[in-house]
């Protein structure tokens, strides 16, 4: 099947696994992305033409685990002659880790790790890696875009002495509950509270310190990324070394700050296909001398789904069983074939409502829900905008409209009761019943089944995320400064600020226009308005002139004595009968 013979291919240092062996040290070695290798010589030429920064500093390389993004960045790095700063998942990445390493070295630090000088003028840089920037959440600094925390589960208190005592007994004796006192000893730990304890038994001096002990834990929350994100963001606009980033879904970089999408250069890893994965499997096991069948390397590439870091694990282990039968410690009939699994892959949404409404075949839950990440809530718009397409006649589309309505029938009771097995009822009529009243007369050819497209609902929700969760921050701001709910604000504030601030007076005086710049200045401050709320009401993008200009406008000097008491009345008639601010 290969014509590689085992002299030809020369075998590498030795090392621990056998992905590390293997890692690419070039951009030439890394496997199966030719084009994604040549979008990221671009990006590395550009910092060579010149000793000033290019226009875009930052590269963001997308894609599924195991397509090789963070050996491919390695291997620039190597290639070129660079130094090496990376900062993995593993390390603390809030804002103060980042500032201090990796925003350190990208303005002023021009030394590798062993000392040795890198000029810039010849070619010298640093490259900075960050690896999975998805993975930091986007809280705590400017290019926040969701508020939602997910914090740590506290303990009970409960929870809490039974993972110090371990033992009722233990606990009995340390506060000192005896048999015929009050309060009495516990017979177990379900009896003790969850929390602190009150009365005579919380005034003991044993059980002040477990509750002493016990509130920390309460009171901590996860803060190991708190402003990465944001820190991200301003490292990628003031970078004067190269960045790399890495991600495996770079929708949440998108949704967090505009920069991630107009300021880096994308570079896109596909899974590698079936053929380039048993071409490298078979130079692997000639080089490494593993004599690993071709039978067993054509099941491990069909098996691990594009993902070159599973395969090489897979052909490692195949290569130590078939050592171990050499030796006649296992039995000569075992083949890795029996040992290795498929990986658990979670299937593709495109790929799964293509063949739901191309069978005409009635599904069952399992098969539908098996490995697909998605509810029947977020499968049904997927069926609902793809379903037309697929319906030849009026007859069958309105049959399978039918079914479909029949299913969101049910989804609502389930959702409405909380009665959660009409999920399989609701799945079965939406994949089934739908597939079987679009073809009531066969399959249709392969050749007339139509691409899957992605809702056009859900595009339009995702792409006003950002609109509307940075008008619920505005009107939460409205609503605290006046006194107001977030839907009163919205409904009876909000639109008198857009027109406020959208419609600026045209045919008037210099100093007409000046007075109404800085009303909105004064605006702005009074209701402490930031970067996306001015974008948002400007309906332009956070770093405008115009934003920049109602934010960094100097504030004014301090009134004479002469004007001090038109200021206390101004600020006497902001003030209503009950002492409540208002805007005007």
């Known amino acids: ?62 894609g599924a685990p195991g397509t090789g993004k963070t050996s491919a960045a390695r291997a620039l790095a190597e290639e070129y002659g660079w130094g090496l700063i990376e900062m993995s998942a593993s390390d603390a990445r809030n804002r103060e880790a980042l500032q201090q390493v990796a925003g350190r070295a990208s303005l002023t630090n021009t030394f590798t790790e062993d000392g040795r000088y890198l000029s810039t003028a010849q070619g010298g840089r640093n490259l900075i890696l960050l690896d999975d920037v998805d993975c930091i959440p986007g809280r705590g600094g400017p290019a926040e875009e969701s508020k939602v925390r997910t914090p740590r589960t506290p303990p009970s208190f409960r929870e809490f002495v039974k993972g110090r005592y371990r033992e009722v007994k233990a606990l009995n004796e340390a506060w000192g509950l005896k048999e015929g006192e009050e309060p009495g000893p516990y017979a177990s730990f379900s009896d003790v509270p969850t929390t602190a304890p009150r009365g005579n038994l919380g005034k003991r001096r044993p059980v002040l310190q477990d509750i002493a002990d016990w509130q920390p834990e309460v009171k901590r929350s996860d803060r190991t990324d708190r402003g990465g994100l944001a820190a991200v963001a301003e490292l990628v606009r003031e970078t004067r070394q190269p960045l790399v980033l890495t991600a495996t879904d770079p929708r949440a970089l998108s949704r967090a700050s505009v920069v991630f999408r107009t300021g880096v250069a994308r570079v896109r890893f596909y899974p590698l296909r079936d053929d380039v994965l048993r071409s490298h499997l078979h130079r692997v096991s000639v080089a490494e001398r593993m004599g690993v069948p071709g039978t067993s390397i054509d099941t491990i590439a069909r098996h691990v789904r594009g993902d070159l870091r599973a395969a090489l694990n897979d ?122 009243a679009l073809h009531p007369q066969g399959p249709p050819p392969a050749s007339s089944v139509p691409p899957t497209e992605f809702p056009r609902f859900l595009a339009g929700m995702g792409g006003s995320r950002g609109q509307r969760q940075a008008r619920d921050a505005l009107c939460a701001k409205i609503g605290r400064y006046d006194h107001l709910s977030r839907r009163k604000a919205r409904e009876a504030m909000l639109p008198l600020l857009e027109r406020t601030f959208r419609e600026s007076p045209s045919d008037v005086s210099v100093e007409k226009a000046e007075t109404h710049h800085r009303e909105l ?40 004595s002469g004007d001090e008491e038109a200021e206390a009345s101004t600020s006497k008639r902001r003030t209503s009968r009950r002492g409540q601010r208002t805007l005007f």
């Open 1 to 62: 099947m290969f014509e590689t013979e085992p002299s030809q291919v020369p075998a590498p240092p030795r090392a621990t696994l056998l992905v590390e062996r293997w890692r690419p040290r070039t951009l030439r070695e890394v496997v199966g992305q030719p084009d994604a290798v040549q979008r990221l010589r671009r990006f590395a030429e550009s910092w060579l033409a010149t000793p000033r920064p290019p226009k875009v500093r930052a590269a963001l390389i997308e």
């Open 315 to 436: 052909l490692e282990l195949a290569g130590t069983l078939h050592a171990l039968k050499e030796q006649h410690v296992l039995p000569p009939g075992l083949e890795a074939d029996q040992v290795l699994g498929w990986r658990d892959i979670q299937a593709n949404l495109f790929e799964a409502v293509a063949r739901i409404l191309g069978s005409p075949r009635f599904w069952r839950t399992g098969e539908v829900l098996d490995g697909l990440d998605a509810s029947p809530d977020d499968l049904l718009p997927w069926i609902e905008e793809n379903l037309p397409h697929h319906a030849r006649t009026p007859v069958e589309l309105a049959e399978a409209f039918d079914m479909l309505a029949r299913a969101q029938r049910h989804l609502g009771r389930a959702n409405r009761w909380r009665i959660w097995t009409l999920w399989s009822y609701a799945t079965e009529m939406m994949t089934g019943g739908v597939a079987l």
């Open 521 to 560: 200045v004064h605006l702005a401050r009074e209701l402490t308005l930031d970067a996306r709320d001015l974008a948002y009401l400007l309906q332009v993008e956070e770093d405008h002139a115009s934003v920049r200009n109602l934010l960094h406008e100097e504030r004014p000097a301090a009134p004479s």
